[in-house]
């Protein structure tokens, strides 16, 4: 298959939105991460991104929207807690779970009775749903279990020869995936963390629960109620491991690993500026904000240079902090060290 690369001029969005329709699959990009898309009423189509990505079908897609009056068009009923939290984050980098209505096939929301549902703030996006003419379901584009791709080149590299088209928008701003809320329970619980926090949902006065399976993986006879919740996701090829605590403990700690990975070619992704002898040093930046838009391109660095172990500086010292652990410890297979 060959793999057309458009930008985001107007003429070349619209020919993407065709190819949408037409049950193509095209990478978009959004704020948060880019994601491939497909028409979200065409079960076939979504089928075909399963493919493309290598991805268990039992793993949900999200179904992306360009107007908040589409959500009645896909959810059976909006509970007033969710009502907040399109009021204030719609756009933005959130995603809620509703009860489905049946125009949204099962191969969409992997056999459940629910649907995820986000209106992205990039315009790119927004342009691209509208020139569909039809909701987008849409998982981030990259092969399954590979680290999300926050770069046009990112997709071009998973992509290319699976997929009908590439949309070059730019780097994404978030760099990691949304947060995602579920509504269909006694409470609203927040199943994945991302660019609206938990302190951001509890300052509109919602009264949110957090997953107890943020930081791990659920069993393997469970079912997933959205992304990221059961498979392995956000590894790199390197072997990741995460050492979190105090700056001075932090780099002491890595230092020390450091000897006793002599021979392998080593990296370390930096929080707190260290300079780390016979190490490949990428930054993540001094705040986790900064962390979670540069995580999953230092992550796909490190394997471009040949890095065999990651060791990766952190601590949960804001917001973001949550959404910046879920995913390392994922791409770490929970190899935590604390300090």
Excluded: W
């Amino acid at each position: 298959m060959d793999t057309k690369l458009f930008h985001t001029d107007d003429n070349e969005i619209a020919e993407a939105g065709e190819i949408l329709r037409n049950g193509g699959l095209v990478a978009f990009p959004t704020e948060t991460v880019y994601g491939l898309g497909a028409s979200a009423f065409d079960s076939d189509a979504a089928k075909k991104i399963y493919a493309a990505k290598g991805r268990p079908s039992d793993n949900p897609l999200i179904v992306h929207i360009c107007d908040k009056g589409q959500i009645k068009d896909i959810a059976e009923e909006i509970p007033e807690s969710a009502k907040k939290v399109i009021d204030n984050f719609m756009p933005g980098p959130v995603t809620i779970i509703l009860k489905k209505k049946s125009v949204v096939p099962n191969d969409v929301t992997a056999g459940l009775d629910t649907v995820a549902i986000r209106f992205p703030l990039h315009e790119t996006a927004q342009k691209l749903i509208k020139a569909a003419g039809v909701p987008i379901a849409a998982p981030s584009a990259n092969l399954s279990g590979k680290p999300s791709p926050t770069k046009a080149k990112h997709v071009v590299k998973d992509m290319t020869g699976r997929i009908d088209a590439i949309i070059d928008g730019g780097e994404c701003n978030v760099g990691v995936e949304s947060t995602i809320v579920d509504f269909t329970g006694e409470k609203p619980v927040i199943l994945r963390p991302g660019g609206v926090t938990y302190d951001d949902l509890k300052g509109i006065g919602l009264d949110v629960e957090i997953d107890k399976n943020i930081l791990h993986s659920i069993a393997a006879d469970e079912v997933p109620k959205c992304p990221g919740m059961k498979y392995k996701h956000y590894a790199p090829n390197a072997e990741v491991t995460v050492v979190e605590g105090e700056k001075d403990a932090v780099q002491s700690k890595i230092k020390e690993l450091l000897e006793q990975t002599e021979g392998k070619v080593t990296g370390v992704l930096t929080m707190y500026g260290a300079v780390y002898d016979k190490a490949v040093m990428l930054s993540a930046g001094s705040t986790n904000k900064e962390y979670a838009k540069n995580l999953f391109a230092a992550l796909r660095e490190f394997d471009e240079l040949g890095v065999e172990v990651v060791f990766a500086e952190f601590s949960e010292k804001d917001g973001y902090g949550l959404a910046v652990k879920n995913r390392l410890y994922k791409a770490a297979a929970q190899r935590v060290i604390h300090v």
